[in-house]
């Protein structure tokens, strides 16, 4: 399995109806789930942490600026694909409501702020649904999630992501 970092940005929004916190999301324009919503985030380089990699990533796909310290645990989620080994990955996801620059596309990801309680869970991987806006609201996830022969969650299994 490959290790991935996963980054949910946060700001807080004044708006008519008061305050409310937007997740930064972005449509991927390349590889492994092109077309669907996903936080900033890719695959560990070697001898990167996942925090290193983590706030690379962000760099790299949005322009913001991340510090490692400001960095929260939100995730640690393991994505056996059982007809696809080759894309099964142990995911570490985070998120940051302190970060510094101007969002910008990059050739990887296009960039879009989302309402928190109306994150594009349909447009996203299938797994999102069942775990990410427990995260968001603060209870910390860890989970195996398998993806059956399409694109769907096959099997749950709540507790430490296990590896193969
Ligand atoms: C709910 O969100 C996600 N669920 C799942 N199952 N997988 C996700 C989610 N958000 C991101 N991912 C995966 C999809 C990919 O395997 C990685 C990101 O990989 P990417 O190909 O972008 O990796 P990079 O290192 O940036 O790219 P290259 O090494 O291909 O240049 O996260």
Redesign the pocket.
């Known amino acids: 399995m ?1 290790e ?1 970092s ?1 980054v949910y940005l946060t700001r807080e929004v004044a708006t008519a109806e008061g305050a409310r916190t937007e997740v930064l999301l972005g449509r ?1 324009r ?4 092109t077309g ?1 919503f ?2 900033p ?5 070697p001898g990167e942490t996942a925090v290193d ?1 983590a706030v690379r ?1 962000v760099r ?2 949005t322009g913001l600026e991340v510090a490692a310290g400001d960095l929260v645990p939100i995730a640690e ?1 393991a ?1 056996p694909f059982v007809d696809r080994p080759q ?1 099964s ?1 142990v ?1 570490w ?1 985070f998120t940051a409501s302190r970060f510094s620059g101007e969002l910008r596309e990059s050739d ?2 296009e960039p879009q702020w989302f309402a928190l309680d109306a994150l594009p869970l349909s447009r ?5 649904a069942r ?2 806006p427990r995260a968001l609201a603060g209870e910390y996830v860890a989970a195996t ?1 398998t ?1 059956g022969a399409g694109d769907a969650v096959v099997a749950e299994h709540w507790g430490a992501a296990l590896r193969s």
Request: charged share 25%; hydrophobic share 50%; no cysteine.
């Open positions: 490959f991935v996963v991927k390349t590889g492994l789930g669907r996903v936080g985030g890719g695959k560990l380089e990699a990533e790299e796909e989620i994505y894309w990955q995911s996801a990887e990801l996203m991987w299938a797994d999102a775990w990410l999630l993806f």
